[in-house]
Nanobody, 126 residues
Framework: QVQLVESGGGLVQAGDSLGLSCAASGSTFSNYAAGWFRQAPGKEREFVAT????????YYADSVKGRFTISRDNAKNTVYLLLKKLKHEDTAVYYC???????????????????WGQGTQVTVSP
C-alpha cells in the first residue's frame, strides 16, 4: 500500500509561482496514477490535475489549465505540481492522491482515489 507525503506549500503573493511535491513510499509508484485535489475552507474538495502512471497523459481542471503543471518522476517516487500565476482563489489545502493503474488511466473524482496524503497549505495573498 502506498503512502503519500506532500510538501512545498506556503504563503505567496498573487502572481507568484510555487512548486508542490508528493513523495510516495511503501509500494511501486509506477503502479499508480496520481492526482492533485484542493479544499478551501467551507468548500468541498475539488479536482485540480491528474497524471497517468507513465506520465504520458495529464488532465486539468478548467480553473487551473494553462497555469498549473502536473508531472512525475517514477525513479524518485514523486509527483509534482507547479503552480504559476497564482490567484487568491487558489488558496486551499492541496492533497496528493493515488489510484492503482489497473483501475483506469487516471481519475478526476476524489472517490476514484484510495490513497491520500495529509495535505499542504497554499495561501495566496491578494
Amino acid at each position: 500500500q502506498v503512502q503519500l507525503v506532500e510538501s512545498g506549500g506556503g504563503l505567496v503573493q498573487a502572481g507568484d509561482s510555487l512548486g508542490l511535491s508528493c513523495a510516495a513510499s511503501g509500494s511501486t509508484f509506477s503502479n499508480y496514477a496520481a492526482g492533485w485535489f484542493r479544499q478551501a475552507p467551507g468548500k468541498e474538495r475539488e479536482f485540480v490535475a491528474t497524471i497517468s502512471w507513465s506520465g504520458g497523459d495529464t488532465y486539468y481542471a478548467d480553473s487551473v489549465k494553462g497555469r498549473f503543471t502536473i508531472s512525475r518522476d517514477n525513479a524518485k517516487n514523486t509527483v509534482y505540481l507547479l503552480l504559476k500565476k497564482l490567484k487568491h482563489e487558489d488558496t486551499a489545502v492541496y492533497y496528493c492522491a493515488a489510484r492503482l493503474r489497473t483501475l483506469g488511466l487516471y481519475g478526476v473524482r476524489a472517490s476514484q482515489y484510495h490513497h491520500w496524503g495529509q495535505g499542504t497549505q497554499v495561501t495566496v495573498s491578494p
